[in-house]
């Protein structure tokens, strides 16, 4: 659980992923052949190999998202890091320096960002009238009894996450605040031994399932969804309506352009992996395979919460809301489709947490990547 939560997630996810698929004993291997950075040949859920992921990744990617995360819309994020665990009190916190977070002082976060009337565009500013009364007319009615009212709220609240893959902070929460990613970088914290064990065993014996109906294991924090997720929600970025906006125009205009320019990239890239191969049957069978595999991920974005470490659980926080965000995507593919080119879209849409959790979660498996490169290299250099 020390260990970044990125680096572990791409390792985990190449686990799963880079396999040769040769059946023939093979001879003895050195250690350097051993090692995890020599991974080589054909994935599994695409037609691709790892040499065409680690260029593409490496010289086409990885340079410009690093740029779009240092910005200032990508590198706060907001989070409750003092929820308590849903599942066991007994929760040891990491004391260690490395372990602990610092949080943003009220006038370091753009005000853009932090505004409670928060704006995706100018043109936001029209539909203000139009949502105040929509949220009249969808208000609980005072004349209810208040065990109604909130039956009726949490009939509302059970509608607005049915489509979520993870559970997300409520931002709203006095204990909420801001962090700069940039000051709070993920890295090794120290944080091991049996609780951060406990963790990891929690997520894969009692949330990885494996119904005869799906095609291989399901493995959670395999990431290669990611890819085929941002080259779907390009329509929604394209939309002249969308902004990235922190309160500087100038800036935000640059980072949507610079924002599409990844996003085209990653869309131009041909050999996607398929999705649908996740499920296997008719489709009342994967719907409920994916409404299964939906609430055993939300599952664990509960159990981030029980994490010692402030550090590691900020980091799995995020990437798990980025990894359940690229979900939600990728099947809401009908919803992309058929979004209004101006205006709101009340079918589909993300929130300014999914959406930094989302290229934040990208960014830290495009990372993993480029340190197999590194790794190689120093192989190269010893021998």
Known sequence: MGRHWGFLIGLLGAAWLLRSGHGEQQPPETAVQRCFCQVSGYLD???????????????????????LLE??????????LKRPCPFWSD?????????AVKPCQFDEVPDGIKSASYKYSEEANNLIEECEQAERLGAVDESLSEETQKAVLQWTKHDDSSDNFCEA?????????????????????????????????????????????????????????????????????????????????????????????ILHEIKSFPLHFDENSFFAGDK??????????RLHFRNISRIMDCVGCFKCRLWG???????????????????????????????????????????????????????????????????
């Open 45 to 67: 859920d695409c037609t691709c190999d790892v040499e065409t992921i680690d260029r593409f990744n490496n010289y086409r990617l990885f340079p410009r998202l690093q740029k």
């Open 71 to 80: 910005s200032d819309y990508f590198r706060y994020y907001k989070v409750n």
């Open 91 to 99: 929760i040891n916190q990491c004391g260690r320096r490395d372990c």
């Open 169 to 261: 902070d409520d931002i709203q929460s006095p204990d909420a605040e801001y962090v700069d990613l940039l000051l709070n970088p993920e890295r090794y914290t120290g944080y091991k031994g049996p609780d951060a064990w406990k963790i990891w065993n929690v997520i894969y014996e009692e949330n990885c399932f494996k119904p005869q109906t799906i095609k291989r294991p399901l493995n959670p924090l395999a990431s290669s969804q990611e890819l085929r997720a941002l080259s779907k929600v390009v329509p929604f970025f394209e939309r002249p309506d969308f902004q990235l906006f922190t309160g500087n125009k100038v800036q935000d205009a640059e980072n949507k352009m610079l924002l599409l320019e």
């Open 284 to 293: 009342n069978e994967a719907n409920k395979l994916k409404e299964e595999f």
């Open 317 to 383: 926080k995020l990437q798990t809301q980025g990894l359940g965000t690229a979900l939600k995507i990728l099947f809401s593919e009908k919803l992309i489709a058929n979004m209004p080119e101006s205006g709101p879209s009340y079918e589909f849409h993300l929130t300014r947490q999914e959406i930094v959790s989302l290229f934040n979660a990208f960014g830290r498996i495009s990372t993993s990547v480029k340190e197999l490169q590194n790794f190689r290299n120093l192989l190269q250099n010893i021998h």
